[in-house]
Antibody, heavy 129, light 106 residues
Framework: QVRLQQWGAGLLKPSETLSLTCAVF????????WSWIRQPPGKGLEWIGE???????SYKSSLKGRVSISVDTSKNQFSLRLSSVTAADTAVYYC???????????????????????WGKGTTVTVSS | DIQMTQSPSTVSASVGDRVTITCRAS??????LAWYQQKPGKAPKLLIY???TLESGVPSRFSGSGSGTEFTLTITSLQPDDFATYYC????????FGQGTKLQIK
């Protein structure tokens, strides 16, 4: 049974850096991708970015330049840093596992897709002066 | 970025009803689409992936269909526990979510 446990500072001032960490218990850390998603109060879900075992990352285009996701394979953990936060970054932040699915052979290469099947419980982050 | 649009935004139904939620993608996502259920104060729960594959442990009254740009989530014989908000998500190219559909009691 895979479980994700997340933690980090819940109250930030504008211009500070948000920092959250998610620990993975159980399952394969190397086969999957690991994502961060956020949800502003009363609104929908927004994907922030992902990282894999080797440290390869992908980010939502509108957040590039402010966001960084890293991995610590020795601890089966991954982390989110979001710089220069404003009130618009106030949200519940979730970590999630992207579980690998075989997508076929495309251009002679094995292709995989990753759907989010296990989520952390969420961390509320408030940005206020 | 691929845009996902759900309809309706809100649907009212009664226990025992059948409900259908639609999700449209701005470009083809083939079948790389998931559906999630979220209750207040909780993390989303995966219901369906690859457009129509039921996640383990999810009741069979939930079903998904579609491919390309149009997808549906159907819940037959609504149960009290089903009243929640539902999101579609494409995972063909990075990830993007629909805006959500709130299923409320009539």
């Amino acid at each position: 049974q895979v479980r994700l446990q997340q933690w980090g500072a819940g109250l930030l001032k504008p211009s500070e850096t948000l920092s959250l960490t998610c620990a993975v218990f159980g399952g394969s850390f190397s086969e999957n991708y690991w994502s961060w998603i956020r949800q502003p109060p009363g609104k929908g879900l927004e994907w922030i970015g992902e990282v894999n075992y080797s440290g390869s990352t992908s980010y939502k285009s509108s957040l590039k330049g402010r966001v960084s996701i890293s991995v610590d394979t020795s601890k089966n953990q991954f982390s989110l840093r979001l710089s220069s936060v404003t009130a618009a970054d106030t949200a519940v932040y979730y970590c999630a596992r992207g579980r690998r699915e075989f997508g076929g052979i495309i251009a002679m290469a094995l292709t995989y897709y990753y759907h989010m099947d296990v989520w952390g419980k969420g961390t509320t982050v408030t940005v206020s002066s | 970025d691929i845009q996902m649009t759900q309809s309706p935004s809100t649907v009212s139904a009664s226990v025992g009803d059948r409900v259908t939620i639609t999700c449209r993608a701005s470009e083809s996502v083939i079948s790389w689409l998931a559906w999630y259920q979220q209750k207040p104060g909780k993390a989303p729960k995966l219901l369906i992936y690859k457009a129509s594959t039921l996640e383990s442990g999810v009741p069979s009254r939930f079903s998904g269909s579609g491919s390309g740009t149009e997808f549906t989530l159907t819940i037959t014989s609504l149960q009290p526990d089903d009243f929640a908000t539902y999101y579609c998500q494409q995972y063909k190219s990075n990830y993007s979510f629909g805006q959500g559909t709130k299923l409320q009691i009539k």
